[in-house]
């Protein structure tokens, strides 16, 4: 089990002793032992050294206020890097350490937080599943891009959910919730997965006396929008009294999900093709595969706009990921790769053995893992 802090840089760090005061507390972390930092907003660690007012938006839509202004002053300054340096060289003089950054930035800017000389973010975090349309062609030219664009010799690595961003089974829908987590865990790079996404867990409708989010409590008429709470809510360990989560009795902040009961580690941790045996099944996949802890990526064309596949490959062993997008069933010619293929996992968990590549058939909302001949 990895331990690791998450570092909140809400000060301006230009000021040299705020700055000593933060790598103190990280040596302070790093002394008992965890593993490294997730450092919140650390691309907004710097304000602009004259203080200037930021420009109004032109385009903003008049919801989100955040969105009023053109933040050119207050995120991404050239001397945050500086700052981020002397965070890695804390970190490097331990073994073994590691340090995220939350950046939402795009491509050409998100990369610089590497560090010229990799001195920087370990991984920059890397959001722009979250916020994309969920349709086959936009993840794959988005992982293509992202591919192309890493530093020779960075490290990938991708998210899908978040404690800002609504749930992914939210977002994509419950019968895409699993191809999305075999997308995560099949990618090249680290993968980020958020609490209760392994069990496709949704947002939970907030009542407004039970709002706690700063952003939805300063403006309810927009709660909908700015509001974070709904995924927030407690992790569901079983159908107890506040599902496991508190003592019973106790109110939790937020509210439980109306299917807290049934959607819950203890069941499905009894069901052998539930969402958590599903999980559990792809995480072991993942790290007895060298092809698909360090392999390469390649994207496979197959004439089909709802599916999305690829290659990992590592040495002698080749898989290859196929992801249906939509609910219908596709037929698909992958005979390039040879007469047959062993499935090692579907999202059903119900598909096995060997099948022929020619006539590989894929029904809808179906994603596959499988062995390539060598």
């Keep these: 089990m990895h331990q690791f802090v998450k570092q909140q840089p809400e000060l301006n760090y230009r000021n040299p002793a705020v700055l000593q005061a933060m790598l103190d507390q990280m040596r302070f972390w790093l002394d008992r032992g965890v593993d490294g930092f997730r450092v919140d907003v650390i691309w907004l660690m710097i304000k602009d050294a004259e203080l200037r007012d930021e420009p109004v938006d032109p385009n903003w839509d008049g919801v989100n206020p955040h969105f009023r202004l053109q933040h050119i002053y207050t995120q991404d300054q050239p001397e945050v890097h500086d700052v981020i340096r002397q965070m890695r060289a804390l970190l ?24 010229a000389n990799f001195d920087e973010c370990h991984l920059p975090f890397n959001f722009q599943l979250i916020l994309a349309p969920w349709d086959a062609p936009t993840v794959r030219r988005l992982v293509d891009q992202y591919e192309a664009d890493l530093p020779a010799g960075a490290w990938p690595n991708w998210v899908l959910g978040n404690h800002d961003q609504h749930r992914v089974a ?81 109110q939790p902040w937020l509210p439980l999900a109306a299917d807290y009961a049934q959607r819950n580690v203890a069941v499905q941790s009894q069901d052998a093709t539930s969402m958590l045996s599903f999980f559990r099944a792809l995480t072991a996949l993942r790290q007895s595969s060298p092809a698909l802890t360090i392999g390469d990526y390649a994207a496979i064309d197959v004439g089909v706009d709802n599916i999305f596949a690829y290659t990992r490959t590592h040495g002698a062993e080749r898989l290859l990921i196929v992801l249906n997008f939509a609910a219908t069933t596709h037929r698909l010619d992958l005979s390039q790769f040879g007469a ?35």
Excluded at 92 to 112: F, H, K, Q, S
Excluded at 345 to 370: C, D, F, P, Q, W
């Design 340 to 374: 047959e293929a062993e499935i090692l996992l579907s999202t059903g968990m119900e598909s096995r053995g060997k099948v022929r590549l020619r006539a590989l058939y894929v029904v809808g909302n179906e994603g596959i893992v499988l062995r390539l001949p060598g």
């Design 170 to 250: 939210t977002r994509v829908g419950p019968a895409q919730a699993r191809v999305a987590q075999m997308l995560l865990l099949t990618l090249r790079g680290t993968p980020t997965c958020y609490y209760g996404d392994e069990l496709g867990m949704e947002n939970v409708p907030i009542p407004p006396e039970m709002v706690q989010d700063p952003p939805a409590v300063n403006q309810p008429e927009i709660a909908h929008i700015v509001g974070r709470d709904p995924e927030r809510t407690p992790m569901q360990w079983d159908d107890s009294p506040n599902a496991g989560f508190t003592a019973p009795g106790v």
């Design 92 to 115: 490097d003089a331990y073994d073994d350490r590691m340090m995220v950054g939350e950046i939402y930035l795009p491509n050409e800017r998100l990369m610089t937080y590497y560090g």
